[in-house]
């Protein structure tokens, strides 16, 4: 794993690293996924689904519902990086 230009950090206690989200890394060579042992916002980690996307907080009610925003959201931020250039 390299360090991408879309840094996901997902905390090993919330229910979202149970997911497969290294395949986020396989979908998209501009990514690298992060496993923590804890992002310090345990308030949120144990009540919703939830990462960080470029220090930005992406979580949603429910797994799948989460697991679509980090997509949306790693889009997002792909396109920024290189419309900025």
């Known amino acids: ?4 230009l879309v840094v996901v950090e ?5 229910i979202l ?9 396989q979908e998209n ?5 992060l ?3 804890c ?5 949120m980690c144990r009540a919703v689904p939830y990462a960080m996307v ?5 979580y949603a ?6 697991f679509g925003l980090l997509k949306e959201t790693i889009e997002e931020e792909i396109v920024a990086f290189f419309d900025e250039s």
């Open 17 to 25: 690293a149970a997911h497969s989200i290294d395949e986020l890394e």
């Open 39 to 43: 992002l310090f916002m345990c308030h």
């Open 35 to 37: 496993r923590t042992q």
């Open 54 to 58: 470029n220090q930005k907080r992406v």
């Open 61 to 66: 009610k429910r797994l799948d519902q989460c």
């Open 29 to 33: 060579p501009e990514v690298a996924v």
């Open 10 to 14: 997902v905390c090993e206690q919330n």
């Open 1 to 4: 794993m390299a360090l991408g």
